[in-house]
């Protein structure tokens, strides 16, 4: 009898000690997963520049997240478009995580990751594959990113196959963010302004009940120490589309100091060597401050302070 006992007391320990090894494992892997939030805004960053330019035209996307947040069954999704910036889902990642944390996870990650070269292969066709029904909840935030290194607004537009499978992500709002590399290019405004066009224009097409928000570029330097004025232009550039197209803007260049600001970040560890792209930890703290801008707006509307 006492040989039993023993025997069964022993096989209790070992499932016990089997169960937590495998807790500790979930919380180590969610650990892992889990991006820090900065807990300091560096001085150097403009706090009155990270708003939201023209809310009024993401009032839709912000009354889901309202929705949301009231407890009704609603699915907010979220596409952002862009360059090796976005490429990273770093910056994205962090908006997503604070998203989710607020609103509740309505599917997992899915990352769409291109070359330049995609957009010019003539047998491709297919860009985008949906999650599958069963895998998103009733309710709660999608945060789907599409990347490409090096990409301009051209690079997107050479697929029409591209935009059309946006639509089956259902986009309650399309962030696009990109210009970087075509101030690092030849920069000529007509042209620049017929690509941004043509890119919105086909976003439009085949997601009528979308809203759009443009993000500019930050600052960045020629050969790492020269003023590159077309960063500038690139931004003014975006805005006045933005305004005469109704789109909403957060201009980033403004939020991270304007013109010079890169060398401060650089300096502050929260750009890298190139200083064209951020660290880890500069990206991260780009999507705070993106996520507290739309937040503002969510809380406090510019058109009631």
């Known amino acids: 009898m006492s040989i039993s006992c023993t025997k069964r007391n022993a096989r209790n320990h070992l499932f016990l000690l089997l169960t937590l090894t495998l807790i500790l494992i ?8 889990e991006l820090p ?23 839709r996307f912000l009354s889901r997240l309202h929705s949301l947040e009231k407890g009704d069954s609603v699915n907010v999704n979220i596409l952002h478009i862009g360059d090796s910036h976005i490429y990273a889902d770093q910056m994205t990642g ?4 604070l998203l989710q944390k607020r609103f509740g996870i309505g599917c997992t990650k899915q990352l769409y990751r291109f070359k330049p070269t995609d957009f010019q292969d003539t ?23 599409a990347g490409a290194n090096g990409a301009e607004f051209s690079t997107y537009n050479q697929k029409s196959e591209f935009f059309k499978e946006t639509a089956l992500l259902q986009p309650d709002l399309v962030i696009i963010s990109m210009g970087t590399n075509e101030a690092f290019g030849y920069l000529e405004q007509t042209i620049f302004e017929n690509n941004i066009d043509a890119f919105v224009s086909q976003i439009r097409n085949y997601n009528p009940n979308a809203e759009i928000l443009i993000t500019t570029p930050g ?28 789109i909403a803007v957060w201009d980033l260049n403004a939020v991270m100091g304007g013109e010079g600001s ?10 890298q060597k190139d200083r064209i792209h951020f660290s880890r930890e500069g990206y991260y703290i780009q999507g705070l401050l993106l996520f507290n801008a739309l937040m503002n707006e ?6 009631e302070r």
Request: proline share 6%; net charge positive.
């Open 219 to 246: 600052d960045a330097l020629k050969k790492k120490r020269f003023h590159n004025a077309n960063i500038e232009k690139v931004c003014s550039i975006l805005i006045n589309y933005a305004s005469s197209a109704n």
């Open 262 to 271: 890169m060398k401060k970040w650089f300096t502050a560890g929260l750009s």
């Open 123 to 145: 047998i491709r066709t297919s860009y985008i594959t949906p999650l599958s029904p069963d895998s998103i909840k009733k309710s709660g935030v999608c945060y789907y990113i």
């Open 298 to 303: 969510l809380d406090q509307p510019a058109t």
């Open 26 to 33: 979930h919380l180590q892997l969610k650990a892992q997963d």
């Open 94 to 97: 962090m908006v997503r995580q």
């Open 37 to 59: 939030i900065p807990s300091i805004i560096p001085s150097m960053i403009s706090q009155d520049a990270n708003r939201i330019q023209n809310p009024l035209a993401i009032k």
